[in-house]
């Protein structure tokens, strides 16, 4: 009921800024600043619930208000780096074809980046973002088919969107862009709750395996 309640939110918030807020890309920077708020609550509350952490709401949301900046960061730095890759592996170029697969595998072994922003308590906010991209490239060697697992649902839901766009494209502007609002708030929920649980998995086998 949570998360529900705070794609609820975000949507509305996004709307009204898409409305209201007359800029070129209005959608885009809309869902920009929504969905790492709605990635933000998820990932706190499921590591908090699955850690036996933080057990009162003003701890959650401290947090929450806290590391949600972080999350944002690095959602921006990972969407850039994906972007930049798939452009790159689409040229007829070898080289850029090399640079792209090299760039799409490093965006797969930052998916542990947010949940760590999230989830750790002993960081300083400074050295937050590094230390979670520091922290996701070296719990991604420990379970390697994971990672990908993960970065190919995030590419299958990718994929979703874009048929779901050119199916609402024909019927007008504004529906295409409420349509794209909808969907990218309510998957980022689910996507942060399978991330936060595949960190946390992650991270005990790390622990098992120094042991």
């Known amino acids: 009921m949570l998360y529900l309640v705070t794609c609820a939110v975000v ?48 701890e959650r949301i401290e947090r929450i208000i806290e590391r949600t900046w972080a999350i944002l960061v690095i959602d921006v730095a ?15 170029d070898a080289g850029n074809i090399a640079l792209g697969t090299f760039a799409t595998f ?7 980046a947010e949940p ?17 991209l520091l922290r996701s490239l070296m719990l991604a060697w420990v379970n390697i088919a994971r990672i990908f697992s993960l970065f190919a649902i995030q590419l299958v839901l990718s994929i979703a969107e874009i ?28 996507l942060a709750a399978l991330f936060a649980i595949a960190y946390l998995d992650t991270a005990a086998q790390e622990r098992r395996l120094r042991e």
């Open 11 to 58: 949507f509305g918030l996004e709307y009204l800024f898409y409305v209201n807020v007359h800029v070129r890309l209005s959608n885009f920077f809309a869902i920009l600043i929504g969905s790492p708020l709605v990635t933000a609550v998820v990932l706190v509350n499921v590591g908090a619930d699955a850690t036996g952490t933080m057990p009162s709401l003003s």
């Open 78 to 92: 990972i969407a850039l780096i994906t972007r930049a890759s798939f452009e790159s592996m689409m040229t007829a």
């Open 106 to 112: 490093f965006a797969a072994m930052l998916v542990y």
């Open 116 to 132: 760590f922003a999230a989830i750790e308590s002993n960081v300083q906010t400074l050295t937050l973002v590094p230390f979670a």
């Open 163 to 190: 048929y779901l766009l050119q199916a609402i494209a024909p019927k007008g502007g504004r529906l295409f862009d409420i349509v794209d609002l909808a969907y990218v708030t309510v998957v980022s929920a689910p």
